[in-house]
């Protein structure tokens, strides 16, 4: 039985960050919204090598093609946007 979708939205539309292009934005910031428990073990390592340990952390990256590769494979549990001082 899955979630009551009244409690709580179910699907890609609802959740998944989306990750804008790197003529767009030199810098984002990077929210990680869910926890890695759960999770496989390649999801929790490439939460790491972004920079996030704990839950809620917020890290600011470049963004390239390595980092959104990266953010494409965990982005139903973070948040990306773009950074204040992108420059």
């Not at 030199?26 to 496989?40: D, E, F, L, N, P």
């Not at 600011?60 to 953010?71: D, K, Y």
């Amino acid at each position: 039985m899955g979630r009551n979708p009244a409690v709580f939205r179910q699907g890609p539309a609802y959740y998944a960050a989306t990750i804008p292009a790197e003529k767009d934005a030199a810098r984002i910031r990077v929210k990680q919204v869910r926890s890695s428990i759960g999770h496989s073990e390649t999801m929790r390592r490439t939460l790491a090598s972004l920079g996030l340990f704990k839950h809620q952390a917020v890290v600011e990256v470049v963004n390239n093609a390595s980092v959104r590769g990266m953010l494409f494979k965990v982005r139903h549990m973070v948040e990306v946007s773009k950074a204040e001082n992108a420059g």
